[in-house]
């Protein structure tokens, strides 16, 4: 069942409609963005992109720098808006856990007779927040934590909106620090944690939204191998019991073929392929694809 489904998504930045058709045509007839720019002066951020990403599946998003990685992924909580297409997103997916008893949400099977996608493009000012307090959370690659605030404060500030009361709130908090390997360190600041910490600190907060879809764009990307292998065995391990529907940014195939269960190759803001990492390794689209895979038999 899909989760996600983007639907021919163009991002043309800084141009008008008239100047972005302009782009859009020469890309159509198969120049690259590279020649585009050149040309109209705009920058592509993403040609024609069909996705589908499916309910609860790690989906890793690889390419190299410029290639559309960060334009997609904000595109799913409407950071961006596309020059043109369409973003449908299933919000009967529930993926939601409680804090006291996760066994019960997850496993139970979805049904598909329920499922009600919406076009995210149509949602109205007050629906877009409820869709961005609800469906999508997101985790940045720098933590994006407030200094001022405690470890738990941070953590329990998406539930801040929530009519709950900080006991309640803290709770929660606390449930998902536990997760993540942080215990007796709720009331300490995040300029006192190393970076590893403190990203757990940052899936802590997203996790405890309990929204059905994380994002995270370059989440692992500041820290240290050692530090980075720990968080991509916990998100790994989180994702087997949570069973969220997580879209993964990376410019590292390794960390790619580790952790996706699916990996979308960008090439100069094309969607070159879709595949399992064996699928990428046994019938690369081209020799972007296989230049990726070749030293990973
Ligand atoms: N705000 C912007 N204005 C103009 N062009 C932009 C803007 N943001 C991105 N671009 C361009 O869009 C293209 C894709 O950029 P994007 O940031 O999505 O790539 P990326 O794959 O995330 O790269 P990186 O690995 O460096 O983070 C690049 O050519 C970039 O210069
Ligand atoms: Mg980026």
């Known amino acids: 069942m899909n989760h996600i489904q983007l639907k021919n998504i163009s991002k043309i930045y800084n ?35 069909n996705l589908n990403i499916k309910a609860g599946e790690l989906h890793c998003i690889m390419g190299l720098s410029g290639s559309g990685k960060s334009t997609l992924i904000r595109h799913l909580n409407r950071l961006i808006d596309p020059t043109s297409g369409e973003i449908w997103v299933n919000t009967t997916v529930n993926t939601k856990t409680h804090a006291k008893d996760n066994t019960q949400a997850n496993t139970a099977p979805v049904d598909e007779s329920s499922s009600n996608a919406i076009n ?5 000012d ?69 970076g590893g910490m403190q990203q757990r600190v940052g899936l802590a907060r997203a996790l405890a939204t309990d929204n ?29 019991r949570l069973n969220k529907t997580i879209v993964f940014i990376t410019h590292d195939i390794d960390e790619a073929i580790k952790v996706g269960q699916r990996i979308s190759i960008l090439n100069g803001g094309r969607l070159v392929q879709t595949g399992t990492p064996s699928d990428l390794r046994h019938n690369p689209a081209d020799d972007y694809v296989e230049q990726f895979m070749r030293a990973k038999a």
């Open 15 to 49: 141009a008008n409609s008239t100047q972005a058709q302009s782009a859009m045509a020469l890309l159509a007839e198969g120049m690259d963005s590279v020649a585009v720019k050149e040309q109209t002066g705009y920058s592509v951020g993403l040609y024609d992109i």
């Open 120 to 124: 995210i493009l149509e949602l109205n």
């Open 212 to 240: 059905p879809i994380l994002l995270m764009d370059e989440a692992f990307s500041a820290l240290d191998p050692l530090i980075r292998a720990q968080l991509q065995d916990q998100l790994l391990e989180l994702q087997e």
């Open 126 to 194: 007050k629906q877009l927040q409820h869709y961005r307090q609800q469906t999508v959370s997101m985790v940045f690659q720098h933590f994006g934590l407030v200094p001022h605030m405690t470890v738990i404060q941070n953590v329990a500030y998406g539930l801040r909106v929530r009519k709950m009361s900080v006991s309640e709130r803290h709770e929660i908090a606390r449930y998902w620090l536990n997760e993540v390997g942080l215990t007796n360190l709720e009331h300490s600041y995040p300029d006192e944690l190393s």
